[in-house]
């Protein structure tokens, strides 16, 4: 399906979605009948190497389909998000002999979840690793097949001295690990984010990668590299949420006086002006995420590995798009007075949701450090080649 199509799916099965979305919250993970008509619509696959199954979207029509499907509702929109990230890191990036493991031939496509931070160590054997360490928000791990983490490891061969530290990404098949429940949180509840831990498994090398290492297959996608291959992941959920909330609340400022006899919200001059800043805040987010991702798309589709100078601005764009819609969703929340308190009003959840979206790992203000940094040494050596800062 092209994302038009896939668009139009979703537009269909939306009263599925959200119902999905509300059984999510007490189930604490996407229902099982959600997470079928999202294999069914290929959902997963939608970042996995062609050669391997799948049928990969270019990443801006990637950011078209999940912004459409947080608009309808989060929990499934993460649920989609994030086994689609997860399937085409393992199918871009394993050995071919690991890849053909987890990609069986004659099945369906997997589903694979966890998480790419060193929580693990490994010890280097003949064929492998023996594997220990846990990891956690590893969001779709109850309806997942294969789970992926990363370890530290010796550079050093077996029985040589100790060396400098490898970063290892590995897969394992779910029924190796023991998964753990401990998903009780305040926002994105219905993801189910559990942790997750193996203790001394032996991990065949066919099923690791050194992480920085460039894909083996899939293209000008995987050209990408990280941690641009996974940047139009949350910050479009985040914008299919803020503006699912302005709807929401412009809706509901029509039936809401904050005090009785008192004119409407939507009477009133300060809610025309957050309305209409909170429309522009969004759009304008969007629009430096969008611009930041096809730079590099550009870059890619062109044969080359965009450098780091587009990594950052794209990992800032990213950043910048989850703060401006955490300020909207908050900032248009307390419009709603006491009554988008209670658990039955939308509000409430897109307000926990994005705040928990925000807590991602890779939303992080040091990427804007990186991003101030290249501009000093570029004003820096603009002055040393004796040119105006200015770009003279």
């Given amino acids: 399906m092209t994302a038009a199509d896939l668009i139009a799916a979703f537009r269909r099965h939306r009263e599925q979605f959200e119902a999905a979305g509300d059984k999510a919250e007490e189930l604490r993970t996407l229902p099982k009948d959600a997470v079928e008509i999202l294999r069914d619509l290929g959902v997963f696959g939608l970042k996995s190497p062609e050669e391997l199954g799948g049928t990969p979207l270019d990443p801006l029509s990637f950011c078209d389909v999940v912004e459409e499907l947080a608009y309808i509702d989060v929990s499934v929109a993460w649920a989609a998000m994030i086994a689609a990230g997860c399937n085409g890191i393992a199918g871009g990036w394993l050995p071919e002999q690991g890849a053909r493991m987890v990609f069986a031939a004659g099945r369906p496509l997997p589903v694979v979840a966890g998480q790419l931070s060193p929580r693990g160590t490994g010890t280097q054997l003949d064929g492998g690793y023996l594997v220990t360490g846990r990891w956690g928000f590893s969001s779709g791990i109850p309806h997942a097949d294969w789970l992926i983490g990363m370890f530290t490891a010796d550079a050093s061969p077996p029985g040589a001295e100790t060396g400098p530290k490898r970063l290892v990404v590995f897969a394992v098949p779910k029924e190796q690990a023991e998964v753990i429940d401990t998903w009780h949180v305040a926002g994105l509840q219905g993801t189910g984010s559990l942790d997750w831990k193996v203790s001394g498994l032996f991990v065949p090398a066919e ?19 990280m941690p641009a291959f996974t940047s139009n992941e949350v910050p479009p959920l985040c914008i299919g949420l803020a503006r699912r909330a302005l709807d929401d609340m412009t809706e509901l400022s029509t039936r809401t006086a904050r005090f009785p006899g008192g004119p409407t919200v939507s009477e009133r001059a300060v809610f025309h002006k957050e309305l ?3 429309e522009a805040k969004v759009k304008a987010a969007r629009l430096l995420h969008r611009d930041a991702m096809a730079t590099m798309w550009h870059t890619a589709k062109s044969g080359a590995t965009p450098p780091k100078e587009e990594h950052v601005a794209a990992t800032v764009a990213s950043i910048f798009a989850v703060e401006t819609c955490t300020e909207v969703v908050t900032d248009l929340f307390r419009y709603g007075g006491g009554r988008v308190l209670a658990l039955s009003n939308p509000m409430q959840r897109h307000l926990r949701n994005v705040l928990a979206a925000r807590q991602h790992v890779g939303i992080s203000e040091e990427t804007y450090e990186a991003a101030g940094l290249i501009r000093i040494q570029s004003v820096t050596a603009k002055a040393g080649d004796g040119r105006r800062p200015g770009g003279g």
């Fill in 207 to 225: 099923l690791t990668y050194d992480f920085g290492a460039p894909a083996v297959r899939g293209g000008a996608l995987f050209r990408l590299g």
């Fill in 276 to 278: 209409g800043r909170s």
